[in-house]
């Protein structure tokens, strides 16, 4: 499915009024054109905000909730990328509009979300704000940064290191994680059988404990 990233799609119109989270972050006359261009949306847990493949319209940033990132293969294996937590655009994204190509990612809400969205003919318009340039020069480097650590996890270390790694940054600091092996498979492109193994090895050793689509961390 090639789903276009447009406002319409989601569940509801939001308050025009620039979140005060984002007026520290950019300047009075940024936030007066993002006041007057940008629109809000709403996205239900597992909603799919852009599709691989898909042209892209909408620039994103996440107000809240979170926004998982990943690429799917030939035979629609997924291999995660990273997370885009509130405050953080989906450099992706923005990389896409820029060429006006189709989109290499997936992005899927992690949680019920809410994003500021800014049209992809404003990108000119943008640009000549001092922070908003600075905000897309330290997400690049963000994006860059967990890219090379992904890329290394798959070339040098162990699985079992990546699903901690995984589990770590799924929690996002909590103690519980509501997944299931499956969907935890998909994302590290291994198997239901592998990972399973290797979760009960990890909690032999006390660092989860396992339920019915449930890990508990132990050393959050």
Known sequence: ML???????????????????????????????????ATYAELEKGQVMLDQGAYIT????????????????????????????????????????????????????????????????????????????AFVMRSFRSRFDELIDTLNGIAFTQLDQRLIKYLREKAAGKKEIHITHQEIAEDLNSSREVISRLLKQLESRGEVKLGRNLISMKNQ
């Not at 620039?18 to 972050?25: N, V």
């Not at 937590?85 to 899927?108: F, G, H, N, Q, W």
């Open 58 to 133: 909408q620039i994103p940033i996440v107000l809240e909730g979170r926004l998982k990132v990943s690429q799917l293969d030939d035979e629609g294996h997924e291999l995660f990328l990273y997370f885009v937590d509130p405050l953080e655009s989906c450099v992706m994204t923005y990389a896409c509009c820029e060429s006006d190509s189709r989109s290499k990612i997936r992005a899927v809400a992690e949680t019920e979300s809410r994003l500021l969205l800014l049209p992809k003919d404003k990108m000119e318009e943008l640009l000549r704000y001092p922070s908003w340039r």
């Open 3 to 37: 789903a276009s990233f447009r406002p319409t799609s989601y569940l509801a119109s939001m308050s025009t009024q620039l979140p005060e989270s984002l007026g520290r972050m950019f300047e009075p006359l940024l936030q007066e054109f993002l006041e007057a261009n």
